[in-house]
C-alpha cells in the first residue's frame, strides 16, 4: 500500500516524530491530527503537491496549514547520508524550518488546472503521433523498392492517405505483414490526428472565456495561453514579480560571473513546456510583427545572435503578459 511519512520538529529544530499512514483521506487526516497532538501546527512542507502529494496539500490547506513545496532532496547528500522515507520526510521538514522551502503550490482548482489538464494530454497526442508517422517511415525504407517508390511521400498527410486504405502488396508472409503494419499505423495517425483537433476546440472555448486579454497579444494561441495560464496556477499571487515568473520559465538569466569576468549564462532550469510556448509567441512575432521585426535588425546590427535575441524577446514577452496573466486569472476566479 502506498504511505506518506511525516516528520514533525521543534523550533529548535529537534525532531519529535514521524508517522507513516496510508495515501487516502483517513491518512491525511490522522497526519494532521497527529502532528496537532504534538503541538502546534504552523507550516508544512509537502513533496510532490502536483503529484503524489496533491491530496495531502489540499486537505492541510483546507484546516488552514500553511503549505511550502520541497524539492527532493540533493543527490549528493542523499548518496551520502543514505534515503528512507522517515529521512525524507525530516529533511522536508527542516527545509521549511531554515527558510529554503518557499514555494507556494498550486491550487489546483480552477481554469488553469483544467486548461493544464488538456495540454498533458495534448502533449502526449503530439509526441504519439510524431512517433508514428516515425515508425511508418521506418517500415517503409526497408519495404522493397517498387512500394517505397510508391508509398514514400514528403508531407506525412499524403504518406498517410497512400497507407491507410493499402490493397494487399503481394502474397508472401512478408508482403501481407507489410500490409496491416503499414494500414494500422496509418489508421493510429489519423487517429491521433482527430483527438488533437478535439484537444484543440478544447483548448479554445475556455482561453477565450478564462484567458481573453492573453489572446489578444500578438502570437498568442490556445496552446501558449494555455501553457502560460498552467503555469501560473490558479492562484498566481504565488508569482510574487514577473521575475519570479521568468524564473519558474526558465528565462530568467543566470549570473556567471568570476573574478574580472562579469556574464550571465542561459537558464536550463524552470518549466520547459513554458519555455517552449515563450519561444513559439517570440518566433512568430519575429517572423510577422513589424515592431518585433525592426528590434531584430536593430539588435543583429549590435553583434547579437539570433539566439540571444530570442533570449531578450522572451524576458520582454514575460514583462508584457505576466500583468494580463494576473487580471485574467482574477477575473476567471470571480467567474468560477
Known amino acids: 500500500m502506498d504511505t506518506h511519512v511525516a516528520a514533525v520538529i521543534s523550533h529548535a529544530g529537534k525532531l519529535i516524530g514521524t508517522l507513516a499512514t496510508p495515501t487516502n483521506a483517513n491518512g491525511y487526516l490522522t497526519i494532521l491530527a497527529w502532528a496537532r497532538s504534538l503541538g502546534y501546527i504552523r507550516r508544512a512542507g509537502v ?28 543527490r549528493a547528500k542523499r548518496r551520502l547520508q543514505g534515503k528512507s522515507d522517515p529521512t525524507d520526510a525530516e529533511n522536508a521538514a527542516r527545509s521549511v524550518l531554515a527558510g529554503e522551502a518557499t514555494a507556494i503550490p498550486k491550487f489546483q482548482s480552477g481554469a488553469a488546472e483544467a486548461m493544464r489538464i488538456i495540454s498533458v494530454a495534448r502533449c502526449r497526442a503530439v509526441k504519439a503521433k510524431t512517433q508514428t508517422i516515425n515508425q511508418l517511415r521506418a517500415i517503409l525504407i526497408s519495404a522493397p523498392q517498387d512500394i517505397r517508390e510508391r508509398l514514400w511521400k514528403t508531407k506525412p498527410e499524403q504518406c498517410i492517405a497512400g497507407c491507410a486504405h ?7 508472409t512478408l508482403l501481407q505483414t507489410l500490409t496491416s503494419t503499414l494500414r494500422l499505423l496509418a489508421k493510429r495517425w489519423l487517429m491521433l490526428a482527430d483527438e ?40 498566481p499571487e504565488r508569482l510574487r514579480s ?9 528565462a530568467s538569466p543566470l ?3 568570476s573574478g574580472k ?7 536550463r532550469g524552470g518549466d520547459r513546456s513554458t519555455n517552449n510556448a515563450l519561444w513559439t509567441i517570440a518566433m512568430v512575432r519575429m517572423r510577422s510583427e513589424p515592431r518585433t521585426r525592426a528590434y531584430v535588425v536593430r539588435r543583429t546590427a549590435e553583434g547579437l545572435s539570433t539566439k540571444e535575441i530570442q533570449r531578450c524577446l522572451k524576458r520582454y ?3 508584457e503578459l505576466y500583468p494580463l ?3 485574467d486569472l482574477a477575473d476567471a476566479a470571480k467567474i468560477s
Open 317 to 319: 514577452i514575460i514583462r
Open 166 to 172: 493499402l490493397r494487399p502488396l503481394g502474397t508472401t
Open 255 to 257: 549570473p556567471a560571473s
Open 47 to 74: 513533496e510532490g503537491t502536483g503529484t503524489y502529494g496533491a491530496g495531502l496539500a489540499r486537505v492541510l490547506r483546507e484546516q488552514g496549514v500553511e503549505v511550502l513545496e520541497v524539492n527532493r532532496p540533493n
Open 196 to 235: 488533437l483537433k478535439e484537444f484543440d476546440t478544447q483548448l479554445e472555448q475556455p482561453t477565450r472565456r478564462s484567458a481573453p486579454h492573453l489572446r489578444e497579444q500578438f502570437g498568442v494561441g490556445p496552446q501558449t495561453a494555455a501553457t502560460l495560464i498552467a503555469v501560473a496556477g490558479d492562484n
Open 325 to 327: 496573466i494576473l487580471a
Open 242 to 250: 514577473e521575475s519570479a515568473l521568468a524564473a519558474l520559465c526558465g
Open 261 to 267: 569576468t562579469i556574464q550571465h549564462r542561459l537558464n
